[in-house]
């Protein structure tokens, strides 16, 4: 291989290895999409302590335990509470899963009427199996459970990185491939 011939492949392979270097972190910054937008999320509930006691998402549909409720982790989840009986009652999140209300804890205020819908808004920032239950007649006569989805990873993510791997064996590849091109123009050794 001649001295010129050389100096370009060293110099190719070195823009390579920057190249690369360069790309990694900046491809790193572009992945790091944050976490899902929060969504808003509407759930009607009625509560009753007259039997049938319990939970119901409509009137008059009171189950013991009440409805389970799923959501995805970081929705912020407006409950419109009704009492089917007009009693008081109060909704309960137990993040601790101590059947009681704890410190932590997510909880409404007190609501008493069938007709006008007391709002109370619970941001689900913690992911998991909770119960729900009324704060005022107990866990053993009002409950149920809400469950709390994990946030899925951030989509493209691994896209990304799988972009940039291609990039830089590309890049690996055209640099091997001068290279043998350069060396097939050296002329062989001389014949016997
Ligand atoms: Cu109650």
Not at 64 to 77: F, K, S
Not at 79 to 97: C, E, G, P, R
Request: proline share 7%; glycine share 12%; with cysteine.
């Amino acid at each position: 291989m001649s001295g010129t011939s050389k100096t370009i492949l060293l110099a190719a392979l070195g823009l390579a290895i920057v190249a690369s270097g360069l790309a990694a972190p900046a491809l790193g910054a572009m992945s790091s999409i944050g976490p899902r937008p929060s969504k808003a999320v509407t759930i009607t509930l009625y509560g009753s302590f007259t039997a049938p006691a319990g939970w119901g998402q409509g009137p008059n549909s009171i189950t013991e335990p009440g409805p389970t409720l799923t959501v995805q982790q970081g929705d912020v989840v407006t409950f419109q509470l009704y009492s089917n009986d007009t009693m008081a009652h109060q909704l309960i999140i137990d993040v601790d899963n101590s059947h009681s209300n704890t410190s932590g804890d997510g909880w409404s205020y007190q609501f008493s009427s069938k007709t006008t819908a007391a709002t109370f808004t619970y941001t689900a920032n913690t992911a998991g199996t909770f119960a729900y239950f009324c704060n005022i007649h107990g866990y053993s006569v009002q409950r149920g459970t809400f469950v709390v989805n994990a946030a899925p990873a951030p989509a493209g993510d691994n896209t990304l990185l799988i972009v940039g791997g291609v990039i830089v064996v590309v890049v690996v590849i055209g640099v091997a491939a001068a290279a043998m091109r350069m060396r097939k123009k050296k002329p062989g050794p001389p014949g016997p």
